[in-house]
């Protein structure tokens, strides 16, 4: 079996995709929390703004969208039959490589997406009809968990297409 750093190629895969999930499902896990706080806070005296305070709380959950959909990814492509048995150590560290982008972006951001989320959350809590321009905020946020998410794509398909064709 071929090894880098005392890992198998399966090894260093399957690793890359657990710290995409982890990262994004903790980071999303802490901006919702973030806003969640103060979401009940304003609830607790405004229970008619729950639905427009429910997409700011909902927000930072799209990192951990992110996390999985890049852990699926490496499952699906390098499937047991397609890939597994064949992959080099190498080939799973650069794997492991491309799943960092969106492990440590949608870590971060999720976090402070929900801190922007809360600070939002303020704006439609004195003035409902702000919604729209309250949500912008933790939008602004978003665009580099997407960004990370197309990048550990692109580098996973660079390393892994030349190996599979």
Not at 38 to 62: K, Q
Not at 133 to 141: E, G, Q, T
Request: hydrophobic share 55%; net charge neutral.
């Amino acid at each position: 079996m071929d090894t880098f750093a005392g890992l198998s190629g399966l090894h260093w895969a399957l690793l890359g995709a657990a710290v995409a999930v982890i990262g994004g499902g903790a980071g999303s896990s802490m901006g919702i929390t973030y806003i969640a706080n103060v979401a009940g806070g304003i609830l607790a005296e405004l229970p008619d703004h729950f639905g427009p305070l429910l997409p700011l709380v909902v927000i930072p959950g799209t990192q951990g969208i992110y996390g999985f959909i890049t852990g699926v990814l490496v499952v699906f492509v390098m499937k047991p039959g397609g890939g597994w048995d064949a992959l080099s150590g190498a080939l799973g560290f650069q794997i492991f490589l491309a799943c960092l982008p969106v492990a440590f972006v949608c870590f971060v951001s999720g976090a402070y997406q929900g801190l922007t989320a809360a600070g939002a959350a303020g704006m439609v809590a004195k003035r409902r009809e702000e919604m729209g321009r309250a949500l912008i905020l933790p939008a602004l946020v978003e665009t580099y968990a997407v960004l990370s998410l197309i990048v550990t794509i692109l580098i996973f398909f660079t390393v892994v297409k030349p190996a599979m064709g």
